[in-house]
């Protein structure tokens, strides 16, 4: 089992930045891509970012303004958050996949083993 944990939510204004961290533990060697997805109230679950040893993909609503970056030596990833909007405000969840090694990271939300309980990115006018 893998286990992942977010961190780093917040309230901030328009315009600011905010990095959120994910720690995985536990059979961390299965990982083979990890990403980002968020949630707004009365929304569906979103892509956010993925990566998976290749380059990074990223949804359109934040390509430009947002990086993922992960540490293999200590199983995080982190989501850069740059020139936030209020649009941007949601839960934002990790989640990792076993044994991917395609080096174009999956976006369906049904591709990932393991996801974090979340945390919250609020972004005021």
């Known amino acids: 089992q893998v286990q992942v944990v977010e961190s780093g939510g917040g309230l901030v204004q328009a315009g600011d930045s905010l990095t959120l961290s994910c720690a995985a533990s536990?059979?961390?060697?299965?990982?083979?891509?990890m990403g980002w997805f968020r949630q707004a109230p009365g929304k569906e679950r979103e892509f956010v970012a993925a990566?998976?040893?290749?380059?990074?993909d990223y949804s359109d609503s934040v390509k430009g303004r947002f990086t993922i970056s992960r540490d293999n030596a200590n199983n995080a990833v982190y989501l850069q958050m740059n020139s936030l909007k209020p649009e941007d405000t949601a839960v934002y969840y990790c989640a990792a996949k076993n044994y991917y090694r395609n080096s174009y990271p999956p976006r369906a939300i049904l591709e990932y083993d393991y996801w974090g309980q979340g945390t919250q990115v609020t972004v005021s006018s």
């Open positions: 536990g059979r961390t060697f299965r990982i083979g891509a």
């Open positions: 990566t998976s040893g290749g380059s990074p």
